[in-house]
């Protein structure tokens, strides 16, 4: 297995949870799932976490899984390199998990203070691989077992970061974000 083999896998693998968060910023707005109740003098999660985006964003993962095993064994000759295919349980739980990861962060911000679209260096980053990850390994076990190896979860906690970086400044600029990140 080489590096390009395994960085291919690893994002391949991940894109199902990459895209619910960037979808959820497209179709944000309605309803907060807090139904604007507060945990002190706090929100519990803000009104940045709402239904209908974390609904779009989950349709929206699942949707990439399909598309991209529609085209996995193409993709698989064409780039000599086995692209992991998605059973749906595993879709579900890439997209669902990473918007359970994003929403459990926006708990943690207003449990520490910090207001709706503050930043939170390195959970903003990572909160949705976990959540992704987890949600995934409890819905089918199997798949992730024998798609994420020690060096694809490497290469996540490396590439993941960068990506959503890029993505939420490119967000950012083109104005459907509030803040780069
Ligand atoms: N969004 C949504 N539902 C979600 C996640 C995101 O509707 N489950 C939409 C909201 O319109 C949100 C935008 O996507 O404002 C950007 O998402 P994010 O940066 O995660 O939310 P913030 O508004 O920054 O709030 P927080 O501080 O809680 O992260
Ligand atoms: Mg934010």
Redesign the pocket.
């Known amino acids: 297995m080489g590096v390009v083999s395994v960085v291919v896998t690893a994002l391949w693998a991940m894109l199902p949870a990459y895209v619910p ?1 960037n979808a ?2 497209l ?3 309605g309803r907060p ?1 807090d139904g604007g109740r507060t945990w002190g003098d706090r929100r519990v ?6 239904w ?3 609904a779009v ?1 989950t349709l929206a993962g699942v949707a990439v899984a399909l598309a991209l095993d529609a085209v996995s064994e193409s993709t698989s000759t064409l780039l000599d390199v086995a692209v992991p295919a998605f059973s749906l349980p595993a879709a579900f739980g890439l997209a669902l998990g990473a ?1 359970c990861g ?2 459990g ?2 708990f943690l ?1 207003r449990r520490s203070g ?1 207001e ?3 930043p939170f260096p390195v959970l903003d980053q990572l909160d949705f691989v976990v959540g992704a990850v987890a949600l995934a390994t409890l819905l089918d076990f199997e798949w992730v077992r024998s798609t994420f190896g020690p060096a694809e979860l490497g290469v996540l906690l490396v590439a993941t970061p960068l990506l959503h970086v890029l993505t939420n400044g490119v967000a950012y600029l083109v104005g459907v ?3 780069p990140w």
């Open positions: 968060n959820a910023v179709a944000g707005g799932i999660l803000g009104d940045g976490k709402t209908r985006g974390t964003g918007m994003d929403i962060a926006s911000k910090r709706r679209g503050a974000k509030d803040e």
